[in-house]
């Protein structure tokens, strides 16, 4: 079967300081792939190349594709939408404008309103924040509005770049179950940055772990969380 995403040779620069060295991971359609690492492998830097955020060398496809050399607006148009690090909110703006900002590619009002009540489907307590200006919102509600920003998109892949960072586990637990939702009522695929290791091969169905912008391991998240070297290496037993 063709991935849905796929980097054949992928290499990243930011400057003339070369951070990917050759990267190859794909993302098959419908399924949830996992990009571990320690801090500064790669892992972020990937999810630029992809976007289109930074200059590369190499291919990464799309659909069978190629959107090497596109530009950002041009590849979040195909369906590929990026949930960044930090959470990316617009802080001045309230939890409708921030969502409104997400569908601003579909203009259609009817549209927007059904996919807005969409997403309260996931995120309740997003609607009650609806006037809220998203600056004022807790940490854990902050990353729901960046999923659910990105969901106004309609997406075919989301780009998740450390969903659990800076949150109490219960959030954690709670956006985790919720992703699998998303992905398991809306077939959308799933590129996913965590630094919990575990947490993201259990939501996972495949993984690569990165290196010093090199994958180094690559398989099944169910055989990787059974791999010796990378148990004692990234889930610490």
């Given at each position: 079967?063709?991935?849905?995403?796929?980097?054949?040779?992928?290499?990243?620069?930011?400057?003339?300081?070369?951070?990917?060295?050759?990267?190859?991971?794909?993302?098959?359609?419908?399924?949830?792939?996992?990009?571990?690492?320690?801090?500064?492998?790669?892992?972020?830097?990937?999810?630029?190349?992809?976007?289109?955020?930074?200059?590369?060398?190499?291919?990464?496809?799309?659909d069978g594709n190629s959107i090497r050399g596109m530009p950002t607006e041009s590849i979040v148009r195909l369906g590929i939408a990026h949930v960044p690090d930090g959470r990316g909110t617009f802080t001045d703006l309230t939890v409708e404008e921030n969502l409104r900002l997400g569908g601003y590619l579909r203009p259609s009002h009817p549209e927007l309103a059904a996919d807005m009540e969409r997403v309260f489907g996931y995120f309740p307590v997003l609607?009650?924040?609806?006037?809220?200006?998203?600056?004022?919102?807790?940490?854990?509600?902050?990353?729901?509005?960046?999923?659910?920003?990105?969901?106004?998109?309609?997406?075919?892949?989301?780009?998740?770049?450390?969903?659990?960072?800076?949150?109490?586990?219960?959030?954690?637990?709670?956006?985790?179950?919720?992703?699998?939702?998303?992905?398991?009522?809306?077939?959308?695929?799933?590129?996913?940055?965590?630094?919990?290791?575990?947490?993201?091969?259990?939501?996972?169905?495949?993984?690569?772990?990165?290196?010093?912008?090199?994958?180094?391991?690559?398989?099944?998240?169910?055989?990787?969380?059974?791999?010796?070297?990378?148990?004692?290496?990234?889930?610490?037993?």
């Amino acid at each position: 079967m063709q991935p849905l995403l796929q980097t054949r040779g992928l290499t990243a620069f930011y400057g003339s300081t070369q951070a990917l060295f050759g990267v190859d991971i794909t993302v098959q359609a419908g399924g949830i792939t996992a990009l571990l690492g320690a801090n500064g492998a790669g892992k972020t830097t990937t999810l630029r190349a992809i976007c289109g955020m930074i200059r590369i060398a190499g291919e990464i496809s799309f659909d069978g594709n190629s959107i090497r050399g596109m530009p950002t607006e041009s590849i979040v148009r195909l369906g590929i939408a990026h949930v960044p690090d930090g959470r990316g909110t617009f802080t001045d703006l309230t939890v409708e404008e921030n969502l409104r900002l997400g569908g601003y590619l579909r203009p259609s009002h009817p549209e927007l309103a059904a996919d807005m009540e969409r997403v309260f489907g996931y995120f309740p307590v997003l609607k009650q924040r609806l006037r809220q200006q998203a600056g004022t919102l807790s940490g854990g509600e902050q990353q729901m509005l960046a999923i659910s920003r990105a969901l106004m998109l309609r997406p075919r892949l989301m780009l998740l770049d450390e969903p659990s960072f800076g949150l109490a586990p219960l959030i954690v637990q709670e956006i985790f179950r919720i992703m699998r939702r998303i992905n398991e009522e809306e077939k959308v695929s799933m590129l996913l940055v965590e630094q919990n290791a575990k947490l993201a091969l259990d939501l996972a169905d495949h993984a690569f772990l990165i290196e010093t912008g090199k994958v180094v391991v690559a398989g099944k998240a169910a055989d990787m969380i059974n791999d010796e070297g990378v148990r004692r290496a990234y889930l610490g037993y």
